[in-house]
């Protein structure tokens, strides 16, 4: 019989949703063995891996990326997202459903978590709402939800109709389930490609106005209310929407938001060259947006920073600005920026980066949760003082779609750990 792994994490600070203290991890086969301030060299045999100067916490979960896999392997496959997410510090990752063919039935999710199967992340697929995330009927959401899928969603668009949206969270309430919504309504979107105002004025290209997520975003808040199902707004970019989440969070409504990186660290002003790299849906706003977005990060408002980690490959890229495909990848570039570029803490950090995101996603079990004996070890190590360059050709996804070329970054994942073992160590992908 092989003998049980054994891993040694030492000299860093553990931070998870109990507190930080100075402590050494060992890890024995799957799980934390022994939590303690001194461990020494560990139990002969252990693989030691230096966490000196760094945070050892549960390994981050993205509640938002796109796969790709499977219809679109030429921008990313199930493999090379998941090896970019253990990079980033990621042991788990919630996967988008609108690949080719989406995932609107049993079938493709299981096709999905059979290719997840060892990858170095724990993949946990999403489903649709709708049949072919075409916005007309409803999937068969209840067979998709016995392979264990917790969120529902037809991202990359939004629900447009309101009776379906509706009867969507009637039938997720029932079966236990998140509906997460794209908010963007699609007559008041036209044909916009960036945010509307001056900035879109002045460089002639067709407006993405805010109102079209905000009235989305009251739209399902008030559906939310009536049918007291969860609800869970994905990537929100304008204050507007923070504004009616908190009010309607104060109201008791069962609902929760992200924000992506580049909606925290960009504004509109990243267009200014017409740069394809920073188009996206929902666009780039104003100072003023970024501001609001991150004060409702700070006041709980906002649950979690999910990437919306969305390769594409060049060729969709090297076009037109208003020709190009909208989306940016995220998974490697997550951690830094939010780390670096937001003064938040770590503790603050890790809530929004790993366990909040992790009960959102119906993974705490595995993920997200404290370090201590018994735990699953799903880890990242983090150097909070590691400073580098993001240089596009050296990323592990296989697109290289980010705005953020030779920005310089503040921390980093040095140790990523999955089920006991290290799928990443010193920033290099074991497999
Ligand atoms: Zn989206």
């Known amino acids: 019989m092989a003998r049980e792994r054994q891993l040694l994490l030492r000299g860093g600070t553990v931070v998870d949703s109990t507190g930080a203290r100075r402590a050494d991890v060992l890890v024995k086969g799957e799980v934390v063995a022994e939590v303690g301030p001194r461990l020494g060299k560990g139990p002969a045999g252990a693989v030691v891996l230096d966490a000196g100067g760094c945070f050892v916490g549960p390994g981050l979960v993205d509640l938002h990326a796109h796969l790709r896999e499977p219809g679109a392997e030429e921008a990313e496959t199930i493999e090379t997202g998941a090896r970019a997410a253990a990079l980033g510090g990621y042991t788990a990752v919630v996967a988008m459903p609108n690949t080719d063919p989406a995932a609107d039935s049993a079938a493709v999710v299981r096709h999905v978590l059979d290719l997840a199967k060892g990858a170095c992340c724990d993949v946990r697929p999403a489903g649709a709402i709708t049949v072919g995330r075409q916005g007309k009927a409803l999937a068969p959401m209840a067979e998709m939800a016995a392979l264990g899928v917790r969120i529902f969603t037809d991202d990359g668009t939004g629900v ?89 969070k104060a109201a008791g409504v069962a609902v929760s938001a992200e924000v992506t990186p580049h909606h925290l660290v960009l504004t509109e002003e990243a267009v200014a060259s017409y740069d394809p790299m920073a188009k996206v849906n929902p666009p780039l706003r104003t100072a003023a947006d970024v501001a609001e977005l991150r004060s409702g990060l700070l006041d709980g408002t906002i649950d979690a920073v999910a990437t919306d980690h969305a390769p594409h490959p060049p060729e969709t890229k090297q076009v037109a600005f208003s020709e190009a495909a909208p989306g940016m990848v995220g998974l490697e570039t997550a951690l830094g920026l939010v780390l670096g570029e937001l003064g938040l803490p770590i ?85």
Request: charged share 20%; with cysteine.
């Open 160 to 248: 447009q109709n309101a009776s379906l949206m509706r009867r969507a969270l009637e039938y997720a309430s029932g079966l236990g389930v998140v509906i997460a919504d794209h908010c963007e309504e699609a007559t008041l979107v036209g044909d916009g490609c960036m945010n509307e105002g001056d900035q879109s004025s002045r460089l002639g290209l067709p407006g993405r106005p805010a109102v079209a997520e905000e009235v989305m975003v009251l739209r399902d808040l008030a559906l939310a209310r009536l049918t007291g199902a969860r609800l869970h707004l994905l990537h929100l970019s304008s204050a507007s929407s923070v504004s009616a989440v908190r009010l309607a």
């Open 347 to 431: 503790e603050k950090v890790l809530m929004l980066m790993s366990w909040q995101p992790a009960a959102l996603a119906g993974v705490s079990g595995a993920h997200g949760g404290p370090v201590r004996p018994g735990a699953p070890a799903n880890l990242c190590v983090i150097d909070p003082a590691r400073r580098w360059a993001v240089v596009p050709a050296a990323l592990a996804s296989r697109s290289r779609n980010t705005p953020f070329a030779g920005r310089e970054l503040k921390g980093r994942a040095r140790h990523t750990i999955l089920a006991g073992e290290p799928v990443v160590i010193g920033e290099e992908a074991q497999r």
